[in-house]
């Protein structure tokens, strides 16, 4: 049929899109790291096994005894100068004990529905004009929504999933008004949104650690000064980790917004080891009794294999004070870049167990239709979005209130 054509033909042009994609995601200041860094992590690169069940409180001091399976006879660069101090000897025992936060949030509905403005402008522009001048929902229209929607960054998946369950209720319902084409749509949206909330918002024990990861430039330190004021509103103290130690600069703008927020921060200085930043972080966190850690990383996925050394051994140090720790891999994406962020999910999805997301920069944009996608297609939430550059354009992400002010434009 004419309208299945359609879909092979589209599916071949965002193949092409991931292509080019794949070089845009390399971020330029990345290719500066040195061969040294990258044999430093490749010692560490195994995913350990980790049969540690013992609930014996022994301090261990010792800086990562890996096994080394590698036989290869690499000519070590200096020993790890990982400064960890001894740990604490587990004090989080008893202060897990019936801690439970359930995170809210007024949904500001004037502010979301402003940043889906363009998006959803966008979408019912074309919508209207594939169905003016059309009575019934037909081979036609199906075919022009298809290519709206993939237009509209919903990614072909979903867009096929969407598509084929429309045809499916106009199938059955023998004729369907394309007057109507917009409800059916909110509905079969809304249906494909992912949305888990009942476990999103609860923070369940203490020090919570999330571990903010995500490309340069996609906002992830403006949310960990967004997050951590929207902690703090809900009674939590908040403590956060400078361990984006790539640039001298990323300190200092996280140190700012730590500031905005009003919430302490850790650092040591610029090039010293993520993992012993974290280390210090969740140290101090535990001692000082802080409800949640967020550490802020660099994002360097152009090389996939240093970036899961990497984030894997901030999590390997962090679980020799708290074996839970981090609790969340939050997973910062750039909305404005569409199918882009889309790409750059799959990806870090690869590289490390991503458990939440952010969608940043729904504000100004018309590619808000990739948060359909995203949530459709990754199985893993959305929690929060961006929806501008002030502390407080942060909203928690709600399906219902999502589709509701991107299905804003439809009745008018
Ligand atoms: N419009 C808009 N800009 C944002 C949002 N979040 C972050 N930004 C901007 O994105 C740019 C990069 O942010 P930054 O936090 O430094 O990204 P990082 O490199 O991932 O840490 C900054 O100019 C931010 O102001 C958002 O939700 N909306
Ligand atoms: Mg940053």
């Known amino acids: 049929m004419n309208f299945f054509k359609r879909l092979f033909s589209w599916k071949k042009k965002p193949s092409k899109i991931e292509d080019e994609q794949e070089d845009e995601i390399v971020d330029s200041d990345d290719n500066k790291i040195d061969k040294k860094e990258s044999k430093k992590l490749k010692k560490i690169a195994e995913p350990e096994p980790e049969p540690e069940p013992e609930p014996e409180p022994e301090p261990e001091p010792e800086p990562e005894p890996e096994?080394?399976?590698?036989?290869?006879?690499?000519?070590?660069?200096?020993?790890?100068?990982?400064?960890?101090?001894?740990?604490?000897?587990?004090?989080?025992?008893?202060?897990?004990?019936?801690?439970?936060?359930?995170?809210f949030k007024k949904t500001d509905k004037e502010n979301l529905d402003k940043s889906l403005e363009?998006?959803?402008?966008?979408?019912?522009?074309?919508?209207?004009?594939?169905?003016?001048?059309?009575?019934?929902?037909?081979?036609q229209?199906?075919?022009?929504?298809?290519?709206?929607?993939?237009?509209?960054?919903?990614?072909?998946?979903?867009?096929?999933?969407?598509?084929?369950?429309?045809?499916e209720r106009v199938a059955k319902d023998k004729y369907t008004n394309a007057q109507e084409l917009d409800v059916i749509l909110k509905e079969e949206i809304g249906n494909i949104i992912y949305d888990d909330k009942k476990e999103d918002f609860n923070i369940n024990d203490k020090p919570y650690v999330i571990l903010v990861v995500g490309v340069n430039g996609v906002g992830k330190t403006t949310s960990i000064g967004k997050?951590?004021?929207?902690?703090?509103?809900?009674?939590?103290?908040?403590?956060?980790?400078?361990?984006?130690?790539?640039?001298a600069a990323a300190i200092e703008q996280l140190e700012e917004w730590s500031g905005r927020a009003e919430v302490d921060l850790i650092k040591q200085k610029m090039g010293s080891d993520p993992a012993s930043v974290s280390f210090d972080t969740l140290n101090s966190a535990i001692n000082k009794d802080y409800d949640v850690v967020i550490i802020d990383t660099a994002g360097r996925l152009h090389n996939k294999v240093n970036l899961m050394n990497e984030l894997s051994k901030i999590s390997r140090v962090m679980q020799k004070l708290k074996q839970e720790a981090p609790h969340?891999?939050?997973?910062?994406?750039?909305?404005?870049?569409?199918?882009?962020?889309?790409?750059?999910?799959?990806?870090?999805?690869?590289?490390?167990?991503?458990?939440?997301?952010?969608?940043?920069?729904?504000?100004?944009?018309?590619k808000g239709g990739v948060v359909i996608g995203i949530s459709d297609q990754l199985?893993?939430?959305?929690?929060?979005?961006?929806?501008?550059?002030?502390?407080?354009?942060?909203?928690?992400?709600?399906?219902?209130?999502?589709?509701?002010?991107?299905?804003?434009?439809?009745?008018?």
């Open 67 to 103: 096994p080394e399976p590698e036989p290869e006879p690499e000519p070590e660069p200096e020993p790890e100068p990982e400064p960890e101090p001894e740990p604490e000897p587990e004090p989080e025992k008893k202060k897990k004990v019936g801690f439970f936060k359930r995170l």
């Open 379 to 412: 199985n893993i939430p959305i929690k929060y979005i961006g929806t501008g550059e002030s502390i407080d354009d942060i909203e928690l992400f709600d399906k219902v209130d999502f589709v509701e002010s991107f299905f804003q434009n439809k009745s008018k």
């Open 328 to 366: 969340e891999i939050l997973l910062v994406l750039d909305g404005s870049t569409g199918q882009n962020a889309y790409e750059q999910a799959k990806q870090f999805s690869e590289v490390t167990k991503v458990t939440s997301m952010m969608v940043t920069k729904l504000d100004g944009t018309a």
């Open 118 to 139: 363009k998006t959803s402008k966008s979408f019912f522009d074309k919508i209207k004009k594939a169905v003016v001048g059309k009575t019934k929902v037909d081979v």
């Open 227 to 247: 997050l951590a004021k929207f902690f703090k509103s809900q009674g939590l103290s908040v403590l956060i980790g400078a361990a984006d130690t790539f640039r």
């Open 141 to 167: 229209v199906l075919d022009d929504l298809e290519e709206i929607l993939i237009t509209s960054d919903v990614g072909v998946k979903t867009t096929i999933k969407i598509i084929e369950s429309i045809e």
